[in-house]
């Protein structure tokens, strides 16, 4: 890109794209980070909830994983929502039931009340995540997409990040939720404040509640996309429940070792987050990044096990992690940028990759990965892992049939 043709994007980005833009992702970024935060506090508190609730492995299990299930049916209904009434209502409402439910939930002295606000929480999570990469297709041009998606998608790291680590904190998990949750309003407030459904001057049109999803059920591109979402939450959320366990009980790596270890894995993906887009949106490319990603990380991660557990290991498992954690940005700027879709039309669309993103976190290692793991092998551990890195691998694979929506590709909507 030469810099006669940057001058000229700065100069439409100033009019188009003004710079409040980062005030209305950061607002974004808040509500989503403290949304997970408050759910991801329920493992780091897993010893006060046995206790108090009585539940047993399964039933802890379920509350954890509540959300995931809820976003598998919901994110569909919230991304239409957020095409017919726009961005900034949906995201306050979803917010501000985040933080309500999340208050609430420490009236609850049984499993059955417990999953059921949980299951509530899921809801305002499904809902609300289609409509953050709608928020980047208006706000942001076609050349900061993929940095705009990997901002947004670092606070689900994050979010997740400060729930582990200071739930301890807390001197008992009422406290905590109520904590947080009381937080999560204070951030709902602020998006009320300053989110914004467009620019000003830009008239988004706000066509029938179905439009959206429609145009990504007949878009095979929206199909690769949400398939390759699919594989990639499967293997994270597989990968990363299970490799710290291998660890210890298969190397007898001491816990704390082993949980530095795998916290190598959370790190790594979120500086992925923002350094791939970036080089993404530099390059003006997008499919390269993604196939790429896949495969490097894929090799990394087999490394990693069969080198455990030395130094290699963290190694491994960190750079792994870095270049798989700039594929799913990278797919929903391919996504924001597709010429069938449109901005007007992307929460529907966002829901269609959503719902699969979910299924993914939640059946993949449900059905494929944990059956391996189960005789906890040595051999099965292997097997395990290889399946898992195949899953990644498998991403690439369905980013050749998709096309490229960079700067310096044939296919550019904007």
Not at 249 to 273: C, E, F, M, Y
């Amino acid at each position: 890109m030469d810099i006669e043709h940057e001058k000229v994007l700065m100069n439409n980005d100033a009019e188009k794209y003004p710079a409040y833009r980062w005030v209305v992702l950061g607002s974004a970024w808040l509500v989503l980070a403290c949304l997970v935060w408050a759910w991801f506090l329920i493992p780091s508190l897993a010893h006060y909830l046995l206790l108090d609730l009585n539940l047993n492995q399964t039933q802890f299990t379920l509350l954890l994983t509540a959300p995931f299930l809820m976003g598998i049916f919901t994110p569909i209904i919230g991304g239409a929502l957020g095409d017919r009434f726009g961005i900034r209502v949906v995201i306050a409402l979803c917010a501000l039931g985040a933080g309500i439910t999340g208050i609430a939930r420490i009236s609850a002295t049984s499993f059955t009340l417990m999953f059921t606000l949980m299951s509530l929480y899921g809801v305002c999570y499904g809902v609300m995540m289609p409509n953050l990469p709608k928020l980047v297709g208006i706000w942001y041009p076609s050349h900061q997409a993929g940095i705009a998606n990997g901002i947004i998608l670092s606070g689900l790291n994050i979010g997740a990040a400060l729930g582990l680590f200071t739930g301890p904190l807390f001197p008992g998990w009422k406290t905590a939720f109520v904590a947080v949750s009381a937080l999560m309003l204070v951030m709902a407030t602020l998006w009320v404040i300053l989110g914004r459904n467009a620019p000003k001057g830009i008239t988004i049109l706000m066509p029938s509640i179905i439009t959206g999803i429609k145009r990504g059920i007949v878009s095979k591109n929206v199909w690769l996309i949400a398939c390759g979402q699919c594989l990639f939450m499967g293997a994270f959320v597989g990968l990363s429940g299970n490799f710290l366990i291998a660890l210890e009980k298969i190397h007898r790596v001491n816990p704390q070792t082993a949980g530095a270890i795998a916290s190598l894995l959370t790190w790594g993906v979120t500086l992925g987050n923002f350094l791939v887009p970036m080089v993404s949106d530099k390059v003006g490319l997008r499919k390269i990044f993604v196939s790429s990603g896949a495969l490097v990380s894929a090799t990394c991660f087999i490394l990693a096990w069969y080198l455990a557990p030395g130094t290699a290991t963290g190694v491994f498992i960190f750079a792994g992690g870095l270049f798989f954690g700039g594929i799913q940005p990278v797919l929903f700027a391919i996504l924001v940028e597709l010429p069938e879709i449109g901005p007007e039309c992307l929460g529907g669309t966002s829901g269609v990759v959503s719902t699969l993103l979910n299924a993914g976190g939640f059946l993949i290692p449900l059905l494929v990965i944990s059956p391996l793991l189960a005789p906890e092998t040595a051999g099965a551990y292997t097997t395990g892992f290889f399946i898992t890195s195949l899953i990644i691998a498998i991403i690439a694979l369905l980013t050749a049939f998709l096309i490229e929506t960079g700067a310096r590709g044939k296919h550019r909507f904007r």
